[in-house]
Protein backbone atom coordinates (compact mmCIF):
# COMPACT_ATOMS: atom_id res chain seq x y z
CA UNK A 1 0.00 0.00 0.00
CA UNK A 2 1.28 3.44 -0.91
CA UNK A 3 1.44 6.65 1.09
CA UNK A 4 -1.12 7.94 -1.21
CA UNK A 5 -3.41 4.79 -0.82
CA UNK A 6 -2.90 5.25 3.15
CA UNK A 7 -4.00 8.67 2.97
CA UNK A 8 -6.99 7.65 1.07
CA UNK A 9 -8.55 5.67 3.51
CA UNK A 10 -7.60 8.17 6.24
CA UNK A 11 -9.43 10.94 4.26
CA UNK A 12 -12.15 8.46 3.64
CA UNK A 13 -12.53 7.60 7.57
CA UNK A 14 -12.51 11.21 8.86
CA UNK A 15 -15.63 12.19 6.40
CA UNK A 16 -17.19 9.27 7.53
CA UNK A 17 -16.93 10.13 11.02
CA UNK A 18 -18.07 13.86 10.33
CA UNK A 19 -20.93 12.50 8.85
CA UNK A 20 -21.64 9.89 11.41
CA UNK A 21 -21.16 12.49 14.11
CA UNK A 22 -23.26 15.19 12.27
CA UNK A 23 -26.18 12.93 11.40
CA UNK A 24 -28.33 13.22 14.22
CA UNK A 25 -28.34 16.99 13.89
CA UNK A 26 -29.78 16.60 10.35
CA UNK A 27 -32.31 14.11 11.67
CA UNK A 28 -33.68 16.33 14.69
CA UNK A 29 -34.02 18.93 11.97
CA UNK A 30 -37.11 20.79 11.52
CA UNK A 31 -38.68 21.32 7.97
CA UNK A 32 -37.43 25.36 8.98
CA UNK A 33 -34.07 23.87 9.76
CA UNK A 34 -32.38 23.33 6.38
CA UNK A 35 -28.96 23.54 7.02
CA UNK A 36 -28.15 20.71 9.07
CA UNK A 37 -29.83 18.46 6.09
CA UNK A 38 -28.26 19.94 3.70
CA UNK A 39 -24.58 19.71 5.52
CA UNK A 40 -25.21 16.35 6.28
CA UNK A 41 -26.00 15.60 2.48
CA UNK A 42 -22.80 16.87 1.68
CA UNK A 43 -20.97 14.90 3.97
CA UNK A 44 -22.44 11.65 3.10
CA UNK A 45 -21.94 12.20 -0.39
CA UNK A 46 -18.88 12.98 -0.68
CA UNK A 47 -17.76 10.04 2.55
CA UNK A 48 -19.19 7.56 0.16
CA UNK A 49 -17.28 9.05 -3.06
CA UNK A 50 -14.47 8.87 -1.14
CA UNK A 51 -14.55 5.18 0.00
CA UNK A 52 -14.77 4.50 -4.15
CA UNK A 53 -11.78 5.94 -4.49
CA UNK A 54 -10.09 3.89 -2.03
CA UNK A 55 -7.85 1.08 -2.97
CA UNK A 56 -9.87 -2.30 -2.17
CA UNK A 57 -13.12 -0.84 -3.61
CA UNK A 58 -11.97 1.38 -6.61
CA UNK A 59 -10.55 -1.85 -7.77
CA UNK A 60 -13.57 -4.44 -6.55
CA UNK A 61 -15.98 -1.86 -8.16
CA UNK A 62 -13.88 -1.57 -11.46
CA UNK A 63 -12.88 -5.38 -11.68
CA UNK A 64 -17.23 -5.56 -11.51
CA UNK A 65 -19.51 -6.63 -14.59
CA UNK A 66 -19.84 -2.97 -14.86
CA UNK A 67 -16.45 -2.44 -15.82
CA UNK A 68 -15.22 0.76 -13.98
CA UNK A 69 -18.32 1.45 -11.98
CA UNK A 70 -16.22 2.95 -9.27
CA UNK A 71 -15.72 5.96 -11.65
CA UNK A 72 -19.35 6.08 -12.05
CA UNK A 73 -20.35 5.93 -8.40
CA UNK A 74 -17.81 8.17 -7.21
CA UNK A 75 -19.45 11.14 -9.75
CA UNK A 76 -22.88 10.19 -9.08
CA UNK A 77 -22.48 10.51 -5.25
CA UNK A 78 -20.18 13.57 -5.90
CA UNK A 79 -22.64 15.09 -8.10
CA UNK A 80 -25.23 15.05 -4.98
CA UNK A 81 -23.14 16.21 -2.35
CA UNK A 82 -22.05 19.32 -4.23
CA UNK A 83 -25.76 20.14 -4.90
CA UNK A 84 -26.42 19.74 -1.09
CA UNK A 85 -23.41 22.74 0.01
CA UNK A 86 -24.69 24.71 -2.59
CA UNK A 87 -28.04 24.52 -0.92
CA UNK A 88 -26.62 24.37 2.47
CA UNK A 89 -24.95 27.93 1.02
CA UNK A 90 -27.99 29.69 0.54
CA UNK A 91 -29.98 27.92 3.69
CA UNK A 92 -27.21 30.21 6.20
CA UNK A 93 -28.25 32.79 5.11
CA UNK A 94 -31.89 32.44 6.07
CA UNK A 95 -34.87 35.27 5.04
CA UNK A 96 -35.20 38.87 4.71
CA UNK A 97 -38.33 39.88 5.20
CA UNK A 98 -38.03 42.96 2.71
CA UNK A 99 -36.46 40.87 -0.42
CA UNK A 100 -35.22 44.60 -1.67
CA UNK A 101 -32.65 44.21 1.18
CA UNK A 102 -31.41 41.10 -0.09
CA UNK A 103 -27.42 41.55 -0.41
CA UNK A 104 -25.85 41.25 -3.47
CA UNK A 105 -23.84 37.83 -2.56
CA UNK A 106 -27.12 36.28 -1.46
CA UNK A 107 -28.88 36.96 -4.41
CA UNK A 108 -25.93 35.42 -6.43
CA UNK A 109 -26.33 32.65 -4.22
CA UNK A 110 -29.87 31.59 -4.74
CA UNK A 111 -29.51 32.20 -8.49
CA UNK A 112 -26.65 29.37 -8.48
CA UNK A 113 -28.88 27.18 -6.56
CA UNK A 114 -31.66 27.20 -8.93
CA UNK A 115 -29.12 26.75 -11.87
CA UNK A 116 -27.78 23.98 -9.90
CA UNK A 117 -30.46 22.00 -9.30
CA UNK A 118 -30.98 21.79 -12.85
CA UNK A 119 -27.84 21.48 -13.97
CA UNK A 120 -26.99 18.61 -11.19
CA UNK A 121 -29.72 16.46 -13.24
CA UNK A 122 -28.20 17.35 -16.36
CA UNK A 123 -24.74 16.10 -15.15
CA UNK A 124 -25.82 13.31 -14.38
CA UNK A 125 -27.74 12.48 -17.01
CA UNK A 126 -25.24 13.40 -19.68
CA UNK A 127 -22.22 11.55 -17.09
CA UNK A 128 -24.41 8.14 -17.33
CA UNK A 129 -24.90 8.62 -21.62
CA UNK A 130 -21.06 9.01 -22.44
CA UNK A 131 -19.96 6.11 -19.69
CA UNK A 132 -21.82 4.21 -21.29
CA UNK A 133 -21.25 5.48 -24.93
CA UNK A 134 -18.06 6.84 -25.41
CA UNK A 135 -16.00 5.73 -22.55
CA UNK A 136 -13.64 3.07 -23.50
CA UNK A 137 -14.10 0.75 -20.83
CA UNK A 138 -13.10 -2.33 -22.69
CA UNK A 139 -10.12 -2.63 -19.57
CA UNK A 140 -10.53 -1.98 -16.09
CA UNK A 141 -8.64 0.57 -15.01
CA UNK A 142 -6.80 1.90 -12.06
CA UNK A 143 -6.21 5.33 -12.04
CA UNK A 144 -8.94 6.35 -14.43
CA UNK A 145 -7.36 9.86 -15.69
CA UNK A 146 -3.37 8.06 -16.20
CA UNK A 147 -4.94 5.46 -18.01
CA UNK A 148 -7.37 7.29 -20.30
CA UNK A 149 -5.02 10.12 -21.22
CA UNK A 150 -5.07 10.70 -24.42
CA UNK A 151 -8.86 8.95 -25.70
CA UNK A 152 -11.06 11.31 -26.65
CA UNK A 153 -14.21 9.54 -25.31
CA UNK A 154 -12.71 9.44 -21.25
CA UNK A 155 -12.23 13.48 -21.81
CA UNK A 156 -15.04 14.85 -22.92
CA UNK A 157 -16.55 12.48 -19.77
CA UNK A 158 -14.47 14.04 -17.43
CA UNK A 159 -14.88 17.15 -18.76
CA UNK A 160 -18.50 17.52 -18.53
CA UNK A 161 -18.07 16.42 -14.37
CA UNK A 162 -14.91 18.66 -13.74
CA UNK A 163 -16.79 21.77 -15.51
CA UNK A 164 -19.53 20.84 -12.56
CA UNK A 165 -17.16 20.35 -10.23
CA UNK A 166 -14.65 23.03 -10.89
CA UNK A 167 -17.91 25.77 -11.15
CA UNK A 168 -19.29 24.65 -8.01
CA UNK A 169 -15.58 25.01 -6.16
CA UNK A 170 -15.26 28.67 -7.17
CA UNK A 171 -18.84 29.33 -6.22
CA UNK A 172 -18.38 27.75 -2.82
CA UNK A 173 -14.77 30.00 -2.12
CA UNK A 174 -16.61 33.27 -3.54
CA UNK A 175 -19.27 32.87 -0.53
CA UNK A 176 -17.25 31.23 2.06
CA UNK A 177 -14.27 33.94 1.54
CA UNK A 178 -16.61 36.42 1.80
CA UNK A 179 -18.18 34.82 5.07
CA UNK A 180 -14.70 34.61 6.40
CA UNK A 181 -14.08 38.44 6.16
CA UNK A 182 -17.27 39.37 7.96
CA UNK A 183 -17.21 36.09 10.30
CA UNK A 184 -16.66 37.65 14.47
CA UNK A 185 -15.87 34.51 16.10
CA UNK A 186 -12.42 33.36 15.92
CA UNK A 187 -13.63 29.41 16.08
CA UNK A 188 -16.16 30.30 12.90
CA UNK A 189 -13.43 32.66 11.07
CA UNK A 190 -10.89 29.56 11.05
CA UNK A 191 -13.34 27.32 10.11
CA UNK A 192 -14.39 29.07 7.22
CA UNK A 193 -11.32 29.92 6.38
CA UNK A 194 -10.30 26.34 5.88
CA UNK A 195 -12.73 25.60 4.10
CA UNK A 196 -12.12 28.70 1.76
CA UNK A 197 -8.22 27.30 0.77
CA UNK A 198 -10.31 23.52 0.54
CA UNK A 199 -12.17 25.11 -2.23
CA UNK A 200 -8.98 26.99 -3.93
CA UNK A 201 -7.04 23.84 -4.04
CA UNK A 202 -10.41 22.24 -5.94
CA UNK A 203 -10.83 24.55 -8.66
CA UNK A 204 -6.81 24.00 -8.77
CA UNK A 205 -7.13 20.63 -9.15
CA UNK A 206 -10.26 20.89 -11.81
CA UNK A 207 -8.31 22.93 -13.86
CA UNK A 208 -5.35 21.46 -13.77
CA UNK A 209 -6.89 18.05 -14.85
CA UNK A 210 -9.31 19.21 -17.47
CA UNK A 211 -6.46 20.75 -19.31
CA UNK A 212 -4.47 17.93 -18.80
CA UNK A 213 -6.72 15.40 -20.56
CA UNK A 214 -7.29 17.79 -23.46
CA UNK A 215 -3.51 18.58 -24.30
CA UNK A 216 -3.45 14.17 -24.04
CA UNK A 217 -5.62 14.27 -26.76
CA UNK A 218 -3.40 16.44 -28.88
CA UNK A 219 0.11 15.29 -27.53
CA UNK A 220 -0.32 11.48 -25.62
CA UNK A 221 1.90 11.90 -22.51
CA UNK A 222 4.23 9.02 -21.54
CA UNK A 223 2.73 6.40 -18.83
CA UNK A 224 5.22 7.53 -16.01
CA UNK A 225 4.14 11.07 -16.32
CA UNK A 226 0.63 10.38 -16.86
CA UNK A 227 0.40 8.45 -13.44
CA UNK A 228 2.81 10.96 -11.61
CA UNK A 229 0.31 13.85 -12.86
CA UNK A 230 -2.58 11.69 -11.23
CA UNK A 231 -0.96 10.81 -8.13
CA UNK A 232 0.13 14.69 -7.37
CA UNK A 233 -3.55 15.63 -8.20
CA UNK A 234 -5.08 12.88 -5.98
CA UNK A 235 -2.35 14.06 -3.18
CA UNK A 236 -3.98 17.41 -3.60
CA UNK A 237 -7.41 16.53 -3.50
CA UNK A 238 -6.61 14.70 -0.40
CA UNK A 239 -5.45 17.67 0.88
CA UNK A 240 -8.65 19.33 0.05
CA UNK A 241 -11.01 16.96 2.22
CA UNK A 242 -8.92 17.19 5.00
CA UNK A 243 -9.28 21.17 5.56
CA UNK A 244 -13.29 20.66 4.36
CA UNK A 245 -13.43 18.21 6.68
CA UNK A 246 -11.37 19.80 9.37
CA UNK A 247 -12.80 23.50 8.83
CA UNK A 248 -16.47 22.27 8.96
CA UNK A 249 -16.35 20.67 12.01
CA UNK A 250 -14.46 23.65 13.81
CA UNK A 251 -17.71 25.68 14.33
CA UNK A 252 -19.76 22.82 15.60
CA UNK A 253 -17.15 22.09 17.98
CA UNK A 254 -18.05 24.76 19.98
CA UNK A 255 -20.77 22.64 20.92
CA UNK A 256 -19.07 19.47 22.08
CA UNK A 257 -18.15 20.71 25.50
CA UNK A 258 -22.00 21.30 26.16
CA UNK A 259 -22.76 17.78 24.47
CA UNK A 260 -20.27 16.06 26.59
CA UNK A 261 -22.09 17.61 29.71
CA UNK A 262 -25.32 16.48 28.33
CA UNK A 263 -24.44 13.19 27.85
CA UNK A 264 -22.94 12.83 31.45
CA UNK A 265 -26.00 14.58 32.89
CA UNK A 266 -27.82 11.34 30.73
CA UNK A 267 -25.84 8.56 32.51
CA UNK A 268 -25.61 10.10 35.71
CA UNK A 269 -29.61 10.61 35.84
CA UNK A 270 -30.35 7.54 34.44
CA UNK A 271 -30.82 4.68 37.01
CA UNK A 272 -33.20 7.72 39.21
CA UNK A 273 -35.21 8.01 35.87
CA UNK A 274 -35.30 4.93 35.59
CA UNK A 275 -36.73 3.43 38.90
CA UNK A 276 -38.93 6.51 39.32
CA UNK A 277 -40.72 5.62 35.69
CA UNK A 278 -40.76 2.54 36.66
CA UNK A 279 -42.91 3.09 39.51
CA UNK A 280 -44.73 5.34 37.33
CA UNK A 281 -44.90 3.90 33.64
CA UNK A 282 -47.85 6.68 32.33
CA UNK A 283 -45.61 9.40 33.40
CA UNK A 284 -42.89 9.47 30.46
CA UNK A 285 -43.53 9.85 26.67
CA UNK A 286 -42.11 6.31 25.95
CA UNK A 287 -41.84 3.49 28.39
CA UNK A 288 -37.92 3.49 29.92
CA UNK A 289 -35.68 1.60 28.46
CA UNK A 290 -31.75 0.88 29.77
CA UNK A 291 -29.05 3.33 29.47
CA UNK A 292 -27.65 2.00 26.32
CA UNK A 293 -30.75 2.07 24.51
CA UNK A 294 -31.47 5.63 26.22
CA UNK A 295 -28.44 6.98 24.71
CA UNK A 296 -28.52 5.89 21.22
CA UNK A 297 -31.86 7.58 20.46
CA UNK A 298 -31.56 9.88 18.10
CA UNK A 299 -35.46 10.85 17.53
CA UNK A 300 -35.09 13.45 20.10
CA UNK A 301 -31.72 15.60 21.13
CA UNK A 302 -29.89 15.54 24.22
CA UNK A 303 -30.69 18.80 25.73
CA UNK A 304 -34.62 17.94 25.46
CA UNK A 305 -33.90 14.80 26.80
CA UNK A 306 -32.33 15.48 29.61
CA UNK A 307 -35.26 18.50 30.47
CA UNK A 308 -37.59 15.53 29.72
CA UNK A 309 -36.11 13.24 32.59
CA UNK A 310 -35.88 16.55 35.04
CA UNK A 311 -39.65 16.75 34.25
CA UNK A 312 -40.29 13.32 35.04
CA UNK A 313 -38.19 13.37 38.16
CA UNK A 314 -40.12 16.23 39.85
CA UNK A 315 -43.20 15.23 38.61
CA UNK A 316 -42.84 11.61 39.66
CA UNK A 317 -41.45 13.19 43.32
CA UNK A 318 -44.92 15.33 43.26
CA UNK A 319 -46.96 12.12 42.94
CA UNK A 320 -44.79 10.13 45.77
CA UNK A 321 -45.38 13.22 48.44
CA UNK A 322 -49.62 11.78 48.64
CA UNK A 323 -48.14 7.87 50.00
CA UNK A 324 -45.91 9.29 52.93
CA UNK A 325 -46.09 11.22 56.28
CA UNK A 326 -44.94 15.15 56.60
CA UNK A 327 -42.31 13.67 59.08
CA UNK A 328 -40.44 11.38 56.15
CA UNK A 329 -38.53 14.45 55.41
CA UNK A 330 -37.16 15.62 59.08
CA UNK A 331 -36.45 12.25 58.92
CA UNK A 332 -34.38 12.00 55.90
CA UNK A 333 -32.86 15.03 56.96
CA UNK A 334 -31.40 13.95 60.37
CA UNK A 335 -30.39 10.50 58.82
CA UNK A 336 -28.38 12.65 56.45
CA UNK A 337 -26.46 14.45 59.05
CA UNK A 338 -25.56 17.85 59.46
CA UNK A 339 -23.05 18.54 56.57
CA UNK A 340 -24.69 21.93 54.49
CA UNK A 341 -26.96 21.60 51.41
CA UNK A 342 -24.01 20.56 49.08
CA UNK A 343 -23.36 17.52 51.06
CA UNK A 344 -26.70 17.04 53.21
CA UNK A 345 -29.34 18.38 50.75
CA UNK A 346 -28.43 15.98 48.27
CA UNK A 347 -28.41 13.06 50.39
CA UNK A 348 -31.98 13.80 52.44
CA UNK A 349 -33.59 14.26 48.93
CA UNK A 350 -32.32 10.73 47.98
CA UNK A 351 -33.23 9.04 51.17
CA UNK A 352 -36.85 10.67 50.77
CA UNK A 353 -37.24 9.09 47.59
CA UNK A 354 -36.28 5.97 48.06
CA UNK A 355 -38.37 5.77 51.00
CA UNK A 356 -41.10 7.08 49.47
CA UNK A 357 -41.32 4.36 46.94
CA UNK A 358 -40.99 1.45 49.34
CA UNK A 359 -44.01 2.90 51.10
CA UNK A 360 -45.77 3.24 47.71
CA UNK A 361 -44.76 -0.17 46.64
CA UNK A 362 -45.92 -1.10 50.14
CA UNK A 363 -49.22 -0.37 49.80
CA UNK A 364 -49.57 2.80 51.60
CA UNK A 365 -52.73 4.97 50.92
CA UNK A 366 -52.49 8.12 48.85
CA UNK A 367 -53.24 10.97 50.89
CA UNK A 368 -52.31 14.99 51.29
CA UNK A 369 -49.25 15.96 50.01
CA UNK A 370 -46.16 15.78 52.49
CA UNK A 371 -44.02 18.50 53.07
CA UNK A 372 -40.60 18.38 51.65
CA UNK A 373 -37.29 20.65 51.16
CA UNK A 374 -37.32 24.23 49.18
CA UNK A 375 -35.69 23.85 45.47
CA UNK A 376 -33.38 26.93 44.72
CA UNK A 377 -32.74 26.20 41.69
CA UNK A 378 -32.64 29.49 39.52
CA UNK A 379 -33.08 28.06 35.81
CA UNK A 380 -33.35 24.59 34.21
CA UNK A 381 -29.67 24.21 34.35
CA UNK A 382 -29.34 24.27 38.16
CA UNK A 383 -32.48 21.86 38.66
CA UNK A 384 -30.77 19.13 36.18
CA UNK A 385 -27.16 19.76 38.43
CA UNK A 386 -28.61 19.54 41.39
CA UNK A 387 -30.36 16.29 40.25
CA UNK A 388 -27.24 14.94 38.57
CA UNK A 389 -26.03 15.01 42.89
CA UNK A 390 -29.33 13.70 43.71
CA UNK A 391 -28.75 10.69 41.77
CA UNK A 392 -25.54 9.86 42.74
CA UNK A 393 -25.98 9.85 45.93
CA UNK A 394 -29.29 7.77 45.68
CA UNK A 395 -26.87 4.97 44.50
CA UNK A 396 -25.65 5.07 47.98
CA UNK A 397 -29.18 4.39 49.55
CA UNK A 398 -29.60 0.34 50.30
CA UNK A 399 -33.48 -0.29 50.95
CA UNK A 400 -32.74 -0.91 54.38
CA UNK A 401 -31.79 1.99 55.06
CA UNK A 402 -34.59 3.89 53.50
CA UNK A 403 -36.88 1.47 55.31
CA UNK A 404 -35.20 2.10 58.75
CA UNK A 405 -35.73 5.99 58.01
CA UNK A 406 -39.43 5.37 56.65
CA UNK A 407 -40.24 4.05 59.88
CA UNK A 408 -38.67 6.68 62.26
CA UNK A 409 -40.65 8.89 60.34
CA UNK A 410 -43.85 7.19 60.48
CA UNK A 411 -43.18 6.60 64.57
CA UNK A 412 -42.46 10.24 64.51
CA UNK A 413 -46.23 10.60 62.89
CA UNK A 414 -47.99 8.58 65.06
CA UNK A 415 -46.52 10.22 68.41
CA UNK A 416 -47.82 13.81 66.96
CA UNK A 417 -51.07 15.34 68.48
CA UNK A 418 -54.15 14.61 66.09
Known amino acids: MTPLDLAGYLVAGLMTAVALWRMPAALWGDEEDRRRRALWGCYAGFAVALWTKTRVVRIGLNDSPV ?69 DRSVPSDRFVADHAGQWGATLYMSVFYLYLGAASAVCAYQWALATASARARHLRVGLGMMTFAMFIGVGYTVSRTLFLWVSVVDNPGESFALRFDEVTEAAQVVLFAFFAVGASIPALSNVRRRAKLWRAQVRLHGLWFELMTAFPDQPFEPPAPLARELTRFDTPADLRVDRWAADIADAVEKLRHYVPDTLFPAAEAAAGTGGREQAGPLTDAYWIKAALIARDAGAPAGEAAAVGTQHATDQDDEVAWLVRVAAAYRTVTPERARQILESASAASKEQPA
Open 67 to 135: TDLAVLIKHYTATIAILAILSYIVAIYGRYADEGAVPRHVRFARLIQQVAAKASAATLVLLTVLFFTVV
